[in-house]
């Protein structure tokens, strides 16, 4: 949030109502780490793309 909403009392991230709860953010960071090992994966077989090196 931007220094006008901290200065009026504006809501921040963590007192929205769309806030995630624990488990979702747990969920959310288990989903980020699976991509980011794919994603490490990848680079570690030559990062080509499915077309490229036929």
Request: no cysteine; hydrophobic share 20%; proline share 4%.
């Amino acid at each position: 949030m931007g220094l006008w909403s901290k200065l009026t009392g504006g809501q921040t991230a963590d007192t929205t109502p769309t806030g995630r709860t624990t488990r979702e953010r747990k969920r959310r960071n288990r989903e980020i780490r699976d991509i980011d090992a794919g994603t490490a994966k990848w680079e570690r077989a030559g990062g080509r793309g499915p077309r490229e090196g036929r």
